[in-house]
């Protein structure tokens, strides 16, 4: 299959249709264009449209390759009518950037170029338009197809980090699974086993020794209530992996991802299991915002006391926010709130995530 642009890029699509208003320079620049002139551009466009947003939709290579083929083709043609019509090949270069693998990407936009030349040699528009015409086509399509080319490998390497990140975290998940499993197999089984032995005891003696049946009793709540601080212990396990290794974590895919990491650790006083587990997810949280949608080169990671709380920060220079909260950011608000503290995300410049956590 194609790979294609990130959803990011969705607008972007339609904004890059400014530049077939090259194909309108011929016609007003031309004293002698007539109305034939205008309903060849608008054909040519109409012809383009549908082979241009069709380049968006997964393909297979193949198909792929056509597609740009028939952009190609289409400007080759257009070029007869209208010069302007050489901005196909720049559409059809940064379709092509996206073919893999990167060495079929660049044998293509190699050949664009070479399409270019051509229409430069068999065009019937006189000199020097003619280079007025061509010369802007063959530039962006060396540019804009190398550029999207490197997009193309940034894009796959971040596709992969996430689909990894996603394998980690499964097969981390199914191994703390195992455990809570076993833990709890290895501390109930036996317990409740003297339970069950310690009950039916007190039913015999109930009758015949009361007192001593009292003591059963007594046991049996004893039993019981260290059964139940043992599988607390066991769940709190399960839940937080830990500040620390959480923030170890972060540098790790902020690394893969090419973002420059920069992590701020202060003397921490010692956090209670909810509210490390609390703060562990929020970093995990705000990072993965970064890894997915900021297209940052730098972050800041800040874990420090600040008064009665302790305050992280995750800040990027990323493209901000608009305002939008997804269930990521809800579920962060809703952990920190139910512990009285607060979740504050400013996204004007680059994205800010500030939490603050009571330290008891």
């Known amino acids: 299959m194609s790979e294609q642009p990130a959803d990011g890029t969705r607008w972007t699509r339609y904004i890059w249709l400014v530049y077939l208003g090259s194909l309108l320079f011929q016609p007003i620049l031309d004293p002698t264009a007539g109305p034939i002139d205008w309903v060849l551009t608008a054909a040519l466009v109409a012809a383009f449209l549908p082979i241009y947003f069709a380049t968006f939709r997964p393909h297979d290579q193949r198909r792929q390759l056509l597609l740009i083929g028939a952009m190609a083709g289409l400007a080759f043609v257009g070029s007869f009518v209208n010069g302007g019509a050489s901005v196909f090949v720049v559409y059809a270069a940064v379709a092509a950037a996206w073919l893999e693998p990167v060495r079929r990407a ?148 902020l690394a893969a991802a090419d973002v420059a990491v920069t992590v701020e650790r202060a003397n921490l006083p010692s956090l209670d299991p909810d509210r490390e587990s609390a703060l562990a997810l929020a970093l995990r949280e705000a990072v993965t915002n970064v890894v997915r949608h900021a297209d940052a080169g730098r972050a800041t990671i800040a874990v420090s006391a600040r008064g009665p709380d302790v305050v992280l920060e995750v800040a990027d220079d990323g493209r901000g926010t608009d305002g939008t909260e997804g269930s990521g950011l809800a579920g962060m608000r809703e952990r920190i709130s139910a512990l009285g503290g607060e979740v504050t995300v400013d996204g004007s410049a680059g994205t800010r995530v500030l939490v603050r956590v009571p330290i008891s």
């Open 106 to 253: 660049v044998t293509v936009i190699v050949a664009l170029v070479g399409l270019i030349v051509l229409m430069v040699i068999v065009s019937p528009i006189p000199m020097p338009m003619r280079l007025y015409s061509f010369a802007p086509a063959l530039i962006f399509t060396i540019v804009t197809g190398t550029a999207s080319i490197f997009e193309a490998e940034r894009d796959r390497a971040t596709r992969r980090l996430l689909r990894a990140d996603e394998e980690i975290e499964r097969l981390a998940t199914l191994g703390e699974r195992d455990r809570i499993a076993r833990d709890l197999h290895d501390l109930l089984g036996h317990t409740l086993s003297v339970i069950v032995v310690k009950a039916e005891l007190a039913g015999r003696l109930v009758a015949v020794e009361p007192d001593r049946a009292v003591g059963e009793i007594g046991d049996i709540e004893r039993i019981g209530r260290e059964a139940l601080t043992e599988v607390r212990a066991a769940v709190r396990g399960y839940r937080a992996r830990g500040l620390a290794a959480e923030i170890e974590g972060a540098e790790r895919a």
